[in-house]
């Protein structure tokens, strides 16, 4: 089946650095991928809809200069996050979307942020 | 208030028992609903995929849609401990890849052998 792999699965980094988290569609092309965050015992959130060679699209309330995402080829898509907080610790997820048909997005099994 | 409703529980079980998972819903756009199983740090694992009012089987689990009342459920039959893990459902509005889904806040629910 489809595999979509992040790296790094857990990360600590000090308060005021940047992070990148990486997004891989390992056996498809993915056009579209998304970027989640997810807290404790809480929901999924859309941060931002990610389009291979365009700008990300943003959900309201999401800081784009803080959160950069760059969806450079089909199988990759990053997210940066800069001048990381303690606030920023989360759990980051991604989907990526194999087809058209919206029950072929695919999660990565997530990354844990933690800043300190 | 929320567009998707989910209770998160804790629901706890014993092996074999018929579970029932429900959302509810404001936004009568979502045509889409899916329900997804998450074991505790891992990414989201798609279990059904529907479209409109209507059931779906998939072996021991049952999804069902009443559009009319806004409610979506989840039957897990014959549960299993592995089971055990939080429940999210999901809809969207479109069908493409390319719609955002907007997810309930989950259901944690522990299967007890």
């Known amino acids: 089946g489809a595999v979509v792999s992040q790296h790094p699965s857990w990360v600590i980094c000090k308060s005021g650095t940047s992070v990148k988290i990486e997004c891989r569609s390992l056996?498809?092309?993915?056009?579209?991928m998304f970027w989640y965050r997810q807290f404790p015992k809480q929901s999924l959130m859309l941060m931002a809809t990610s389009n291979e060679g365009s700008k990300a699209t943003y959900e309201q309330g999401v800081e784009k200069d803080k959160f950069l995402i760059n969806h450079a080829s089909l199988t990759l898509s990053t997210l940066t996050v800069t001048s990381a907080h303690p606030e920023d610790s989360s759990f980051y997820i991604c989907?990526?979307?194999?087809?058209?048909?919206?029950?072929?997005?695919?999660f990565g099994e997530g990354s844990w942020l933690t800043v300190v | 208030q929320k567009e998707v409703e989910q209770d998160p529980g804790p629901l706890s079980v014993p092996e074999g028992a018929i579970v029932s998972l429900n959302c509810t819903y404001s936004?009568?756009?979502?045509?889409?609903f899916m329900w997804y199983r998450q074991y505790s740090r891992k990414g989201p694992e798609l279990l059904m995929y529907t479209y409109s009012s209507g059931n779906k089987e998939d072996g021991r689990f049952t999804a069902q849609v009443d559009k009319s009342s806004k409610y979506i459920s989840l039957f897990i039959r014959d549960s299993q401990p592995s089971d055990s893990a939080t429940y999210l459902c999901a809809m969207s509005a479109g069908e493409t890849s390319g719609s955002r889904l907007t997810f309930g806040e989950g259901t944690q629910l522990t299967v007890n052998p």
């Open positions: 936004n009568s756009a979502f045509q889409y």
């Open positions: 056996d498809f092309q993915a056009t579209t």
């Open positions: 989907s990526a979307a194999r087809g058209l048909s919206g029950n072929t997005i695919y």
